[in-house]
């Protein structure tokens, strides 16, 4: 019998998150959502649970250590493993067009607050599960990065976003090179430009497009890649 797998999801309470668990959850995967506010969360995912899959919720604060341990533990202790982290939670702080919004003006602090839920929200994350999946050999990571974090492309505006962002990129390939190939893909992808909170009313994409890529990298066949970035299921330049 195919075992069922649990995947954890970080800010799933809202926006791309909550579309990755919905989809998720659509194809058996015990969807757990992490969710900042335990209420918010159990908000958000009423209206799946009443469609039948299965959605439970967790409180999960990814710049507050104990909170990540509390969390990966209580999805240990109820569902006996964790075989996907989606790396989903994230803030913008410095926003395109704000007067600060430029290397010039950001305040350092906002950078250090920003790199807190971005870049080490999701490493203290990938510390926490990586033991699990070793012992169960078999683990699936997502980190949620963004077209403004390539270096190729790489434009004026909102630094500290940028540089989070393509520090995560930089935890993605680390990890991946340290892990080898063996049974823990870990890849970054953006999600385009995504009608929610953070993208805004104007951004073309719905949330359901831009949850795709990574649910498609949250179930990765065994021979499926580690250490690439994505975007619509194609590689993109870092
Ligand atoms: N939308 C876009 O156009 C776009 C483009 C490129 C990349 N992305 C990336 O896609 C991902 C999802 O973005 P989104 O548009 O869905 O953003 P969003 O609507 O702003 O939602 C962000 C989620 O992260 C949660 N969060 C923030 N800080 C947290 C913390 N310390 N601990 C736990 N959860 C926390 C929020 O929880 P609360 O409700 O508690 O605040 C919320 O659930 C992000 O990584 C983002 O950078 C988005």
């Known amino acids: 019998m195919a075992q069922t797998r649990v995947a954890l999801v970080t800010g799933a309470n809202r926006g791309i998150g909550l579309a990755i668990v919905r989809q998720l959850a659509r194809l058996g995967v015990i969807a757990v959502m992490g969710s900042r506010s335990k209420a918010s969360g159990l908000k958000a995912a009423a209206p799946l649970q009443a469609e039948g899959l299965i959605t439970p919720v967790v409180a999960l604060d990814v710049t507050d250590e104990a909170s990540v341990r509390a969390a990966v533990a209580e999805v240990l202790g109820e569902f006996g493993r964790i075989d996907v982290l989606v790396n989903n939670a994230a803030i913008l702080l410095d926003m395109p067009g704000a007067p600060a919004s430029n290397v010039r003006a950001v305040p ?30 078999y683990g699936r990571i997502v980190n949620l990065s963004s077209a403004a974090a ?19 990129n930089a935890l993605t390939v680390t990890a991946a090179a340290e892990l080898g190939a063996g049974p823990i ?54």
């Open 108 to 137: 350092p602090a906002l950078v250090r607050e920003t790199y807190e839920t971005n870049v080490i929200g999701a490493l203290m994350m990938i510390q926490a599960v990586l033991p699990i999946m070793r012992e169960q050999a």
């Open 150 to 168: 390539q270096l190729h492309s790489m434009e004026a505006g909102y630094p500290a976003y940028r540089m989070s962002k393509t520090a995560l």
């Open 185 to 238: 893909l870990i890849n970054s992808m953006c999600p385009g430009w995504v009608n929610t909170k953070m993208g805004g009313p104007a951004a073309p994409r719905t949330v359901e497009q831009g949850a795709d890529t990574a649910v498609w990298l949250a179930t990765l066949p065994p021979d499926g890649p580690t250490g690439g970035f994505f975007h619509d299921k194609q590689p993109v330049d870092w």
